[in-house]
């Protein structure tokens, strides 16, 4: 599971998880494979659009994405996926 970290311009933070549901979410949006989406040039905007759907999918009431990304300054990826 990939988890991501999200740090706004006003210095909050919080780590969110990138559940099946926002996965399905962020395929249905963009109409491309989630796991495809990684493999060549990932458009930032996606990143940044899978960790408002990452926020919002964890139970947090956020504002629309257009809105949040202009308090955004920073995001990480953590992933503990097996290879296997």
């Given at each position: 599971?990939?988890t991501l970290?999200?740090?706004h311009?006003?210095g909050?933070?919080?780590s969110f998880p990138?559940?099946?549901s926002?996965?399905?979410?962020?395929?249905r949006?963009y109409?491309i494979?989630?796991?495809?989406?990684?493999?060549d040039d990932?458009?930032?905007?996606?990143?940044?659009?899978?960790?408002?759907?990452?926020?919002?999918?964890?139970g947090n009431?956020?504002?629309p994405?257009?809105e949040?990304?202009?308090?955004?300054?920073?995001?990480a990826v953590?992933?503990?996926e097996?290879?296997?």
């Open positions: 599971m990939i970290t999200v740090k311009k006003d909050t933070e919080g990138v559940w099946p926002t996965e399905v979410a962020f395929e949006h109409k494979p989630y796991r495809k989406a990684f493999q990932f458009p930032q905007e996606q990143a940044y659009f899978l960790a408002w759907l990452a926020q919002r999918d964890s009431e956020i504002k994405f257009d949040w990304i202009k308090t955004l300054a920073d995001i953590e992933t503990n097996n290879p296997i």
